[in-house]
């Protein structure tokens, strides 16, 4: 007998847990977004609140982040190390779904062009150019996805990681 109020217990649970989170990413029920009417009447369920005046502010813009990318450094036959680059690519709001279809295709030519690139720039200098490689990621990027798709890439982190 008490297994199975155990397991009513843990199955009502369950159920109330999904359908919360099914509530929540449908946007239903108290998770639902303030309607249209409401915001245009400048009113909230019922109650008048004062109307903001219209600023024609840019939507901000949004941050895809790229899995990591880790790139090995050879000297000779041997693994040196790996380094690993943690990336953020900024895009317009409006921009973002586009952008989302074409992640693949621009994490292809960034790990093609800085397999290359970091071991070079690592031989001719003894640590990373942060500012070099970001303006070289905003080139790739451009290039992998065109122009005026991509506002900026950022760096989030740099990790070296010695191969032992």
């Known amino acids: 007998m008490p297994r199975i109020l155990i397991f009513i217990i843990v199955g009502v649970l369950l159920l109330a847990g999904g359908g919360v989170t099914v509530m929540q990413q449908m946007e239903l029920g108290p998770f639902a977004p303030d309607t249209v009417e409401e915001a245009e009447a400048g009113t909230e369920g019922g109650k008048a609140k004062a109307k903001k005046p219209e600023v024609d502010e840019p939507?901000?813009?949004?941050?895809?982040?790229?899995?990591?990318?880790?790139i090995p450094i050879f000297q000779g036959d041997?693994?040196?190390?790996?380094?690993?680059?943690?990336?953020?690519?900024?895009?317009?709001?409006?921009?973002?779904?586009?952008?989302?279809?074409?992640m693949t295709k621009l994490k292809d030519a960034l790990l093609r062009d800085l397999i290359g690139f970091v071991p070079r720039h690592l031989r001719d200098n003894k640590e990373m150019d942060i500012d070099v490689l970001?303006?070289?990621?905003?080139?790739?990027?451009?290039?992998?996805?065109?122009?005026?798709?991509?506002d900026g890439v950022l760096i989030q982190g740099i990790l070296d990681r010695p191969a032992f």
């Open 78 to 102: 041997k693994l040196t190390s790996n380094i690993q680059l943690t990336i953020q690519i900024e895009v317009a709001r409006n921009d973002a779904p586009e952008m989302r279809k074409r």
């Open 59 to 70: 939507d901000p813009p949004i941050f895809l982040t790229l899995d990591p990318i880790v």
């Open 134 to 150: 970001g303006r070289r990621l905003m080139v790739i990027a451009e290039r992998a996805v065109g122009k005026g798709l991509v």
